[in-house]
């Protein structure tokens, strides 16, 4: 499990700069929404969606230009603190698992 505070156990402590951190795997947000969906309703969530829609960027009014492609790096996290980090989709059904324990 991730955990921000391996950063801040570190012998010597922290090294200096940003870290930047996400799951493993990269996804599109229609394909984050589709496993949103196919997972809450794996866990037995009541959904009200029925499908979800792929739309480009540039039909959704953003107030920010967004790039086309950008996925985190965790190379600096992994060196520093030596974690294995886990596939999005797999934090993604352990979240909703537990959410819906929760309900």
């Known amino acids: 499990i991730f955990r ?3 950063l801040a ?3 010597g402590g922290t090294p200096y700069g ?3 951190f996400a799951n493993q795997g ?3 947000w229609h394909g984050f ?3 949103i969906v196919e997972s809450a309703r794996a866990a037995g969530m009541p959904l009200k969606v029925k499908r979800v829609t792929p739309i480009a960027t540039s039909d959704y009014p953003l107030p920010a230009r ?10 600096k996290y992994q060196a520093a603190t030596g974690a294995v980090i886990p596939h999005w989709q797999e934090s993604l059904v352990l979240y909703l698992h537990e959410r819906s324990q929760k309900s």
Do not use: G, N, Q
């Not at 967004?66 to 190379?75: C, N």
């Open 33 to 35: 929404a589709v496993k």
């Open 26 to 28: 990269e996804c599109s």
């Open 4 to 6: 921000l505070l391996a």
């Open 18 to 20: 940003i870290y930047h």
């Open 66 to 75: 967004r790039p086309a492609y950008s996925v985190f790096t965790k190379d």
């Open 9 to 11: 156990e570190l012998p």
